[in-house]
């Protein structure tokens, strides 16, 4: 697990390179207000990869979108 050493927030082990301890940081800090239970690193780095998949969704369905209607005549 990479850590920052003046932080408690960790990157878990196993995740994408591009997720780093600044972006646990702010995941945690924008969502906890929202939760009853401390959020933990493992948990933000569920919200940060359910969003990039769902922007991948959205992405898709509007190529779709695009590549499949004909234009209006």
Known sequence: MRQN????YTVPAGCPNWVTVELIK???KTWQPYYATPLKP???LEMILNVGNLMVAFKESSCEAICCTSPSQ
């Open 42 to 44: 493992d948990d933000a």
């Open 26 to 28: 702010k995941t945690i």
């Open 5 to 8: 050493e003046s932080e408690k």
